[in-house]
């Protein structure tokens, strides 16, 4: 909303109501393709158009994602003079493709024009631009007949306040992406982790078991010598499924008035046979305001293949430290505190191609492929 300058005055809306319904469907895209569908629907509702272009690229060494409402060929937004034009004027975010000719006779005989525009019966284009510093990030063509005429100034005063809701859509959309990416690298390297884990949901349904854990689970069904001749397919053991269902009535029951006071920390199971096996509870509230019911993370061990494990890396641990240089030994160390490269080299007052170099050097002479290998290695 805005206030005019005369006091008493009634403020006028930014945006026209008829365009609520399609704001909240642009604002509420999970990803590209929801966002495409809610451009399309936003600017139609907004503009008359004969065909609407959307173009992103989150990535300048990924090729470019287009979409259009009608077929367009490729390299529409790196054609001629357009690429050129934004090449020169980086951030500027509304362009009209009869701006970048002398008159509408030279516009009429280019290749931009013969290429993109006459195959669709199309006489006036707007280009909005959107970028991350210097990097665009996408644009969104609006192409109009010539019976459509181009577009008014009040037509632009709109895309103009469109903008910035197109801008938000965008930010939040990268983040999600961002999010959704962190997620699926934990999540992989979770399933390569030598610790069984399992999360389990308020109502006890998995969220989550790496390999390892549905391994374990198998183990303390079938045991381990039946456990090596089938797959590991077991679902989780009653045991523990029991000793969770007596964490939730206790949470049950510290929601009376004067509780009983327990702590909900942690609770380990063991296998009624096998006492080597065993799973230590952890019952975990997000950190939000207490709405959403706890979870179950289970952390499964083979106390005897850890012993071996711990006593096996204890004897081989200082061999492979012997063979790093001082430097290098200290990278490695930094590393394992799952320190990034540019904290490396702050704290260790290296550069960063110096603390890279050393970095490669470890992994050689280790002959390990990644960080995720040498923290297994070195722990």
């Known amino acids: 909303m805005k206030r005019t300058p005369r006091v008493g005055m009634k403020r006028e809306p930014m945006i026209e109501r008829a365009l609520e319904k399609p704001l909240l469907g642009l604002h509420a895209a999970m990803n590209v393709e929801a966002l495409w569908k809610a451009t399309r629907r936003l600017l139609s509702a907004a ?18 994602i287009a979409r259009w409402t009608l077929p367009m060929p490729d390299g529409f937004f790196t054609g001629e ?15 009209r493709i009869s701006g970048l000719f002398s008159n509408r006779s030279s516009l009429i005989k280019s290749a931009f024009y013969r290429r993109y525009m006459a195959p669709q019966r199309c006489a006036h284009v707007v280009c909005i631009f959107f970028w991350k510093n210097q990097r665009r990030i996408c644009a969104i063509a609006i192409m109009r007949t010539a019976t459509q005429g181009d577009l008014s100034g009040e037509e632009m005063r709109l895309l103009r306040q469109l903008y910035p809701q197109f801008q938000t859509a965008l930010c939040r959309l990268g983040s999600l992406e961002r999010e959704h990416s962190v997620r699926k690298d934990l999540e992989e390297f979770l399933s390569r982790l030598p610790m069984p884990t399992i999360l389990l949901r308020w109502n006890l349904r998995p969220i989550y078991q790496n390999r390892a854990a549905r391994e374990f689970c198998t183990v303390w069904e079938k045991g381990p010598e039946e456990a090596k001749r089938t797959k590991a397919t077991s679902s989780i053991p009653s045991e523990i499924l029991d000793r969770c269902r007596l964490l939730k009535q206790q949470w ?17 199971v063991r296998h009624p046979r096998l ?43 200082l061999p492979h430290l012997a063979r790093l240089t001082r430097r290098e030994q200290e990278v490695a160390r930094l590393v394992c505190e799952g320190r990034s490269n540019q904290e490396i080299a702050d704290e260790a ?12 050097a470890v992994f050689r002479k280790l002959e390990v492929p990644s960080r995720s290998r040498l923290l297994a290695l070195m722990l």
């Open 47 to 64: 503009i008359p158009n004969r065909l609407i272009g959307l173009m992103l690229q989150p990535n300048p060494i990924l090729p470019m």
């Open 81 to 95: 003079p357009l690429e050129n034009y934004i090449a020169r004027r980086p951030r500027h975010r509304f362009v």
């Open 252 to 268: 049950a029951d510290a929601e009376r008035p004067n509780p009983p006071r327990i702590d909900f920390e942690e609770e380990q």
């Open 275 to 317: 006492p080597h096996l065993r799973a230590t509870l952890h019952l975990r509230q997000l950190g939000s305001a207490g709405v959403a019911r706890p979870h179950f993370l289970i952390e499964c061990e083979d106390l005897r293949r850890h012993a071996a494990a711990t006593t096996e890396r204890a004897s081989a641990r």
């Open 349 to 360: 007052c290296l550069s960063l191609p110096m603390v890279k170099k050393h970095l490669h």
